[in-house]
């Protein structure tokens, strides 16, 4: 296990040292001068000159990619064109009101679509299960942006039943909450189709494993093979699944937090992306690969941990 995990991190700092390369490269074809941004267009060569200076845009590309790579890994990811400030300052508040929609839509997802999952396994074939399906079926067909804007109009539009647009005061719990539940909602509910549909699946097949029916064969009650046997091995994808929503989840708050006009990285990264502001769109590009990579270890991880027989299959290759 420490072998895989030395060999998993390597991979992922790898890939983080790619997306960072690149990140410096595409940088080059975008059109437009950074510098042109900060002065404006009645500034004069010479002064453009000295900023270019300034900000290294003279120095040559492989200068560049090591000066960026080098002052990322010290977490220093820039300066904003616009405000002069580091990027570092600029997305830090920023991304700690997207983290919290994340988690709560994380948590959201798993608490309906796991039990959504769990019932319509239970009940195969029957009205709930006919139900279950085609709700999913209906979920999975809307595309995420169009679910965020039926539930503003719903809830705070047309009902009054939550606010519709900001974040709220976060040093009064209950207003917080209330402006986080709608995108939190809105980004949870395709995950309740899909987890529904995997968890569903995943249960079925544990319930026709040999395994179980040994179980029952020796006087176990069917809640008891349920819960403590047949679903305690339907959810190993499930646990490893949870891993890769993070990095899902936290690309999809773009949309969420433009419709519900929420302060976040996603509304940042439009906002910047208008104003050609570049070392913000490129710090929040790296966030997003990170973002991934990470959630794809831990996703990894946790499979290894819970199914022995990857480790065992792990062990044998190491052998051989």
Not at 263 to 283: C, E, T, Y
Request: with cysteine; proline share 5%; hydrophobic share 55%.
């Amino acid at each position: 296990m420490i072998g895989y995990l030395v060999k998993r991190l390597s991979l992922a700092i790898l890939v983080l040292l790619l997306v960072m390369i690149l990140l410096v490269l595409l940088i080059q074809f975008i059109p437009g001068d950074p510098a042109r941004t900060i002065l404006g267009n009645h500034a004069t060569p010479e002064l453009m000159a000295q900023v270019r200076r300034n900000l290294g845009l003279d120095d040559s590309v492989p200068q560049q990619v090591l000066t960026f790579v080098g002052d990322a890994l010290r977490g220093d990811l820039g300066q904003d064109y616009i405000s002069g400030q580091p990027v570092t300052s600029e997305i830090g508040t920023a991304l700690a009101n997207t983290a919290l929609l994340s988690l709560a839509s994380i948590v959201l997802a798993l608490i309906v679509g796991i039990p959504m999952g769990l019932i319509a396994a239970v009940r195969k074939g029957g009205i709930i299960d006919r139900c279950i399906r085609a709700f999913s079926v209906l979920l999975l067909s809307m595309p995420p942006y169009v679910v965020a804007l039926l539930l503003l109009l719903w809830f705070a539009v047309d009902n009054h039943l939550l606010p519709a647009l900001g974040a709220g005061n976060l040093a009064d719990p209950g207003d917080y909450l209330a402006h986080l539940l709608l995108p939190a909602l809105a980004l949870a509910v395709f995950w309740w189709a899909y987890l529904a549909r995997l968890v569903r699946g995943s249960l079925l097949e544990v319930l026709g494993q040999p395994y179980v029916r040994t179980a029952r064969a020796y006087g176990l009650s069917k809640q008891t093979t349920l819960y403590r046997v047949a679903l305690k091995n339907a959810l190993v994808p499930i646990t490893a699944l949870t891993g890769l929503l993070l990095g899902y989840v936290l690309t999809g708050t773009v949309y969420t937090e433009v419709i519900f006009n929420r302060p976040g990285i996603g509304s940042l990264a439009v906002s910047a992306v208008g104003n050609r502001d570049w070392p913000i769109v490129r710090a929040i590009v790296l966030i997003y690969a990170a973002a991934f990579i990470l959630g794809n270890l831990l996703a990894d991880l946790a499979y290894q941990f819970l199914d022995p027989r990857l480790r065992l299959d792990n062990r044998t290759e190491a052998f051989l």
